[in-house]
């Protein structure tokens, strides 16, 4: 980290939303739906065909379940993921009201077969879409759990992001790597003993030191997530800035400049 990016993160740079104030404990630690939807205030979304949601229907492995979604109603500014017969089924909320788009893809656990499910702000109003998706192996305990490599290198430090910004038009298409073992706590090690919790809890990334997306993140969020969001009114040359903070306090920083497609 250079002593320049340093300065300006405890500057405050990095400033949570009004939309997503602080990691919602009650709402991750829900074990029923409802619980969940109620605690973050989204039990009144209404269904729509304007969500859409890119998921297998047959997924071999339910560690690393890929997904896409696309929203498409005017306004959205967060889109929150449920994965609804998950041991937790709160996954991830995304804030995209501040120059993302409402474009997300990322990898996630799911621990049967089970409907997904994304639910839209927009408007003062509340939208769902439901997809189900049926699963060989469940990914939240034992089975399937990938890799899981520390989140420290040798020398105690994190792992670098892998970071790749491209700009076509006006829009930038990212994609996040970061290095984790996003352990739920379900996991047992060889001597039979629980693996106790770790998992990233939020993520922040700035545009040319302007907040355009954050996240939070629950147990169910994959090993090594990969995430894919889009920027509009990116340029090439600009300035991209990630940021993501855990459940155990460490925390990475990393930048990379905008590329041309």
Known sequence: MTAALAAALGAGMFRPSRLLAAWNQRAFDAKRLNDALAALGLDR????????????????????????IV??????????????????????????????????TMRVRVGETSPLRVVAQAGG???????????????????????????LDKSGDTKPMRIRASVAGDVANVRVLMTHPMENGLRKDAAGQPIPEHFIRSVSAQLNSRTVLEAEFGRSVSANPLIGFRLKGANAGDKLVLRWVDSKG????????????
């Open 45 to 68: 979304a209404a269904e729509t065909k304007d969500i859409l949601i890119d998921a297998p229907d047959f997924a071999e492995n339910g560690a690393f379940v890929p997904l896409e």
């Open 71 to 104: 929203g498409n109603i005017p306004g959205t500014e967060t889109l929150a993921v449920f994965v609804d017969r998950n041991p937790w089924p709160y996954i991830a909320r995304f804030d995209v009201s501040r120059g993302a788009l409402a474009f997300v």
């Open 125 to 151: 109003s509340q939208y769902v879409a439901v997809k189900e998706v049926k699963v060989t192996l469940g990914g939240c305990g034992d089975g399937g759990a990938g890799d899981t490599s520390s989140a």
């Open 250 to 261: 460490f925390a990475r920083t990393d930048e990379t400049s905008v590329s041309v497609s």
